[in-house]
């Protein structure tokens, strides 16, 4: 399956920079992963903004009160996969990070606790391959994977560097959280 890199200015095979990414137009958004561009259209259906909204809002609930915080896509967390590239903005359908200095004006600056990406049709290869990789590299301590039509959820933790072993839940069966003991979330 080839990859969506979006318009036509921007060419299979190029590497971009940060900086080239900020001179994109506003109404576009773009994700940048080692100087990779890939296009974040089409907006999300109906099915994958229910999970995502559900996990985030009763997240948020549970954290209430905690240093902890939540957000929820549109928002830019910016990566570096090593000290040199730095060439890395992603935007995940939810996250939450407990260590608030890396929450900035522009958005968050390292990597969250914990993030989870709903997949769709335009975005699985990427979600399963390219961003699981990466949110092993920069230290993502839980991350999970939910199937906005079947609500199945992939859950992989953080464990000595390596996500592993992957966990995997059906529609309707409860998830508890690695990282923030005591959470847990059923899809439906």
């Known amino acids: ?23 994109w137009p506003s109404n576009e958004r ?9 296009s974040m259209s089409p907006v ?3 099915a994958h903004q229910e999970k995502a909204f559900s996990l985030a809002r009763q997240l948020g609930n549970f ?22 590239s730095g060439e890395t903005v992603v935007e995940p359908d939810v996250l939450a990070l407990c260590d ?8 968050i600056h390292g990597a969250p606790d914990f993030i989870a990406e709903v997949l769709s049709e335009s975005t699985a290869h990427k979600d399963l391959g ?8 920069v230290g993502v301590r839980e991350y999970w994977i939910i199937h906005s039509d ?17 966990r995997e839940y059906r529609a ?13 979330w059923i899809c439906r």
């Open 100 to 107: 608030t200095s890396k929450i900035q004006d522009d958005g």
């Open 130 to 137: 390219l961003k699981r990789e990466l949110y092993e590299r």
């Open 63 to 84: 954290l209430e009160g905690k240093p902890c915080k939540v957000y929820i896509a549109p928002l830019d967390v910016f990566l570096e996969e090593d000290a040199e």
């Open 30 to 38: 773009w994700e940048l992963i080692s100087g990779v561009a890939y």
């Open 1 to 23: 399956m080839p990859q969506t890199h979006g318009t036509s200015a921007l060419k299979e095979g190029e590497r971009f920079t940060l900086k080239d990414w900020r001179s």
């Open 172 to 184: 309707g069966e409860s998830i508890a959280s690695a990282v923030f003991a005591g959470f847990t």
């Open 150 to 166: 079947t609500g199945f959820v992939y859950q992989y933790i953080l464990t000595d560097g390596r996500y592993g072993p992957l």
């Open 44 to 46: 999300p259906r109906v």
